[in-house]
């Protein structure tokens, strides 16, 4: 009965383990040949309150990626994140003219060309203007 057990869990180890190893590997040799974003910041001003970063960048994501700018809120002197969410998004490269209005509203240049992906009115509850 022990030799029955001992066959049981080489046959779980064949069929579980070395599969699981060879996707796993498969799928981080895919991973390491697509490129990864490059995220280009363009400004960053600090609020008046200094409790966040308003930062306007663009993603490089290869070929596939158009031009695009976009806006972000972020902690007061922290990094952007890779995966930051911004609350405005375009699909050209802009100027936004970012400011603080002396409310602590966020001002921005929204241009009339490019598609706009993404327009929040406040974010962190923080009202957005656009001009």
Request: charged share 20%; net charge negative; hydrophobic share 45%.
């Amino acid at each position: 009965m022990t030799n029955r057990a001992r066959f049981s869990l080489r046959l779980f180890v064949l069929f579980t383990a070395v599969p699981a190893l060879l996707i796993g590997g498969g799928l981080w040799y895919l991973g390491s040949l697509i490129p990864p974003c490059v995220t280009e910041q363009h400004s960053r001003l600090t609020s008046l309150d200094d409790k966040f970063d308003l930062v306007v960048f663009s993603r490089d994501c290869g070929a596939t990626t158009g031009a695009n700018t976009q806006a972000a809120l972020v902690p007061a002197r922290d990094e952007l994140p890779d995966d930051a969410t911004s609350f405005f998004s375009v699909g050209v490269a802009a100027d936004l003219d970012p400011r603080w209005d002396g409310f602590g509203n966020i001002e921005l240049q929204a241009p009339a060309e490019g598609t706009v992906y993404r327009k929040d009115d406040s974010v962190a509850g923080i009202n957005v203007i656009y001009h």
